[in-house]
């Protein structure tokens, strides 16, 4: 199962861009790339899911390299409504028998100032 | 709006008990899924489910086991509470396959406290 690695925590200001990382160097071939969003209290909402290159929608973008080995998580503009954890998550979620599921590392603790 | 409902927002429940933390889908998904999430510690995998009657244990299946009888709802059950399961659980569903196109759909949690 693909490990992840993100930063623990990130601050930033109203209005900027902010990118978050994540390095997943074992990812293997059928594996997807998603992020999630947790406010306090309420469990894990979709964000974004990518495979190769970039995937942007009404939220956010996912920037993936050709390697496959890390992603970037890019937020547009945040608010203050944007502070919350973002977990990066590997693997292709497909059920069959003993196989694994999606492993939630610890995610970052993303901080918007005013 | 499609969604995942869990039974109780906090729950507090003595040593010993028996506890039944329910679970319900409305988007006729195949796989469903228990987590705890600690301080921490992130969310682990309790147990999951990818077809009626169908389990498999997770990272951290100790203490806990599961039913599924009905495709939209899986149970997790503390068979004797321990403090030590003081969390917050959560259930997320998926449709079968891949993780599909939105991924995994969580609920809003169960905050369990163990007294």
């Known amino acids: 199962l693909a490990k992840t690695t993100q930063p623990i925590s990130m601050d930033s200001y109203e209005g900027q861009e902010v990118n978050i990382t994540c390095s997943h160097n074992?990812?293997?071939?059928?594996?997807?790339i998603t992020w999630y969003q947790q406010f306090p209290s309420q469990g894990p909402r979709f964000i974004i899911q990518g495979y190769k290159t970039k995937v942007t929608n009404e939220v956010a973008s996912l920037f993936i390299p050709a390697d496959r080995k890390s992603s970037t998580l890019s937020l547009p503009r945040v608010s203050l409504s944007d502070t919350a954890v973002y977990y990066c998550?590997?693997?292709?979620?497909?059920?069959?028998?003993?196989?694994?599921?999606?492993?939630f590392g610890s995610g970052t603790q993303l901080t918007v100032l005013p | 709006d499609v969604k995942v409902t869990q039974s109780s927002r906090y729950l507090v429940k003595r040593t010993g008990e028996k506890v039944f933390l329910e679970c319900v889908q409305d988007?006729?998904?195949?796989?469903m899924f228990w987590y705890r999430q600690d301080p921490g510690l992130g969310l682990r995998l309790i147990y999951f489910s990818y077809d009626v009657k169908m389990k498999e244990k997770g990272d951290i299946p100790e203490g806990y086991s599961v039913s599924r009888e009905k495709k939209e709802r899986f149970s997790l059950i503390l068979e004797s509470a321990s403090t030590n399961q003081t969390s917050m659980y959560l259930c997320?569903?998926?449709?079968?396959?891949?993780?599909?196109?939105?991924?995994?759909?969580f609920g809003s949690g169960t905050r369990l406290t163990v007294v």
């Open positions: 997320a569903s998926s449709p079968k396959g891949r993780q599909g196109p939105n991924g995994y759909t």
């Open positions: 988007m006729d998904h195949e796989n």
């Open positions: 074992n990812i293997a071939t059928n594996d997807y």
């Open positions: 998550l590997v693997g292709d979620g497909a059920l069959s028998g003993s196989a694994r599921q999606l492993t």
